[in-house]
C-alpha cells in the first residue's frame, strides 16, 4: 500500500479559496498513491481561533467539494485532514472528512479531545462523540486529530473497532514538538498499528508549527518523518505487518483494563 502524507504550509496571506486549489492540486500528484492525508484545520490554521466561525462551513460544503473532486481526480482514498464544521444547529466542530477513490464521502470524524484549556477550540467548538473507523481495501483505518494524540483510551477504543492503520491529521505547535514525535511512536508501539500523523508547516496565528509529519511501522519504527517546511512524505506499507507483529508478540491479549 503506498501512501502519501502532505505536510501543508499555512501561509495566512493566502486565501482560503486559493488555498483550497493549491491543495486539491496537491492531492491530483498523489495519483497512483492508495491513500493520501492531509493535516488539521488546513483552510484556517488551527490556531487561528478567531477565524473559526467566520470560516465555518457545512459539512458539504466548498472543502468538501473540492477535496471529494480531488479525491476522484486521483484514484485515491483521501484523509481530507479536517475542516471547522457549522453543524445545522448553529454548532461548530473540528471535523475530518475521508473520500473513497470515486470522491464519495466515506466517513466524517468530529474530534473529541479539544484542545485550549478552557479557551480556543475548547470553547469555540463542540465535542465529537463517536469513534470512527474504516475499511478500506488494504487495512482498517482509525480516525484521530491533534490533540486526541494524548489520550491512549481513544485508540484503544479504535483497535477494538478492528483499526490496523492510525491517521491523525493535526496542527501541533513547535514548542512540544518532542512530544509530537515521542506519542505517534508511542501510539504505534501500544497499539501495534501503523500511524500516520500529518501536521503543518509555517506560523497560524504567531504560532511556528511542528511540521515533521511522521509514518511509524506497527513495531514503532519510523520509516519516513518529514522537517519544518512544506514536504510530501511518500511511504510503501506493509498492512499484513500489522497481522504479524500482534501474533508474533501478542501483548494485545494480554490486556487487563
Not at 501543508?8 to 486539491?24: N, P, T
Not at 473532486?69 to 485532514?81: N, P, Q, T
Not at 479531545?113 to 477550540?121: A, I, L, Q, V, W
Not at 519516513?224 to 500482534?246: I, M, Q, S, W, Y
Request: aromatic share 8%.
Amino acid at each position: 500500500m503506498r501512501a502519501s502524507v502532505i505536510q501543508i504550509a499555512v501561509d495566512e496571506g493566502e486565501s482560503v479559496e486559493s488555498r483550497r486549489r493549491r491543495v486539491a492540486s496537491l492531492v491530483r500528484d498523489q495519483a497512483g498513491a492508495d491513500l493520501v492525508v492531509l493535516p488539521e484545520l488546513w483552510t484556517t490554521g488551527a490556531f487561528a481561533f478567531e477565524a473559526f466561525g467566520s470560516e465555518a462551513e457545512p459539512l458539504e460544503g466548498p472543502t468538501h467539494e473540492a477535496m471529494a473532486k480531488a479525491a476522484s481526480d486521483a484514484g485515491v482514498w483521501l484523509h481530507a485532514g479536517s475542516i471547522p464544521e457549522r453543524a445545522p444547529d448553529g454548532t461548530l466542530y473540528n471535523t475530518s472528512l475521508l473520500f473513497s477513490p470515486s470522491g464519495e464521502r466515506a466517513a466524517s470524524y468530529r474530534k473529541i479531545h479539544r484542545f485550549g484549556f478552557d479557551k480556543g477550540e475548547a470553547v469555540l467548538m463542540g465535542r465529537g462523540e463517536d469513534l470512527v473507523t474504516v475499511r478500506l481495501p488494504e487495512t482498517t483505518v482509525g480516525l484521530a486529530t491533534c490533540y486526541d494524540l494524548r489520550f491512549p483510551e481513544l485508540f484503544r477504543g479504535l483497535v477494538d473497532a478492528g483499526a490496523e492503520t492510525l491517521l491523525i491529521p493535526a496542527g501541533w505547535p513547535e514548542r512540544r514538538r518532542d512530544h509530537w514525535t515521542l506519542l505517534a511512536r508511542a501510539r504505534a508501539v501500544e497499539n501495534q498499528a501503523f500511524v500516520l500523523a500529518c501536521g503543518t508547516a509555517g506560523t497560524h496565528a504567531r504560532v511556528p508549527q511542528a511540521g515533521h509529519s511522521i509514518v511509524v511501522d506497527p513495531w514503532g519504527q519510523v520509516l519516513a518523518e518529514a522537517g519544518a517546511g512544506e514536504e510530501v512524505l511518500t511511504v510503501e506499507l506493509d498492512p499484513g505487518k500489522v497481522a504479524v507483529t500482534r501474533e508474533q508478540f501478542p501483548a494485545l491479549k494480554d490486556r487487563v483494563l
